[in-house]
């Protein structure tokens, strides 16, 4: 039942994807064509597109939750959830300003790997809607947290990532993984999707950075940021009470193989 659901919710966003992209090559066309008309209901048509997979995405991947839940608990969820903290994957990449950053680096320490892609309205929501990732790693620089903004976006360019970085005053660095060599070895997914290292150098929180997509609470439900609170935890001494969760964001633009 669980793959039949991650079945059907890769194929709703690889549909998604397609579809946009089809209305996207229309929408230029139309403008290029100066058929103004055209291009507003073309924008209407997209956004409304955007709600509608936003919806249907949110009630497959809560169905599958409650799904994956319920095993865990008739396996026993409390020694699942021990067993869960695979080894960050290690690596050594530059950042757009021209530094070399290693995980190595930061032996000991609480990192934080947030994807990212300032083309992607989800990214963009989260620093320039809400200053979300920024506050965060201000919140927790003092406790000796480490964040990094990774970019596997193919088509991205430097000057591009330093003109978001200065625009929006960033105090961590945007790394270079235009290769996409790094997104893969994490598994990451979406931008935004965050992985949370402890000092031992396992990753114990895998998933999105809140509950609410695009500030968007699900019916029944209060808005969670998931980032917060397994940070808050690990720098209490506490196990991370939620390992793990569904990212949600744009598909990361990888390179092709």
């Known amino acids: ?16 994807e397609s579809l946009i992209a089809e209305l996207r090559a229309i929408h230029a066309t139309a403008v290029k064509e100066e058929a103004n008309e055209t291009a507003g209901k073309i924008e209407k048509l997209i956004s409304h597109r955007q709600q509608a997979f936003q919806d249907r995405l949110r009630t497959l991947e809560q169905r599958q939750r409650r799904l994956q839940r ?4 008739r396996a026993g969820g409390v ?10 994957p290690r690596f050594e990449l530059d950042s757009f300003d021209g530094r070399s950053v290693k995980l190595a680096d930061y032996k000991g320490r609480i990192v934080v790997l947030e994807w990212f892609n300032f083309e992607c309205p989800f990214s963009k929501y989260h620093y320039e809607t809400e200053s979300t990732m920024p ?13 990094l903004a990774v970019n596997s976006t193919n088509h991205t360019t430097p000057e591009a990532n330093k003109a978001f970085a200065k625009k929006n005053k960033l105090s961590f660095p945007i790394l270079d993984d235009r290769s996409g ?4 070895a994490y598994g990451a ?7 949370v290292i402890d000092g031992d150098g396992r990753i114990v929180y895998d998933g999105a950075i ?14 969670v940021n998931y980032v917060d609170k397994a940070l808050a935890e690990l720098t209490a001494g506490k196990p991370v009470s939620t390992p793990t969760t569904p990212p949600y964001g744009c598909s990361v633009k990888y390179a092709q193989r």
Do not use: C, N
Not at 1 to 16: C, D, N, P, S, V
Not at 135 to 147: E, I, P
């Open 1 to 16: 039942m669980a793959q039949r659901f991650q079945q059907e919710i890769e194929a709703l966003k690889a549909g998604h």
């Open 70 to 73: 319920a095993a865990r608990e």
């Open 79 to 88: 020694q699942v959830a021990q067993q869960r903290g695979r080894p960050a």
């Open 135 to 147: 506050d965060l790693a201000k919140k927790y620089k003092s406790k000796g947290v480490v964040w």
């Open 181 to 184: 060599r790094v997104g893969r």
């Open 189 to 195: 997914k979406t931008t935004p999707h965050v992985f």
């Open 210 to 223: 809140d509950s609410a997509p695009m500030g968007k609470v699900a019916e029944g439900g209060g808005k």
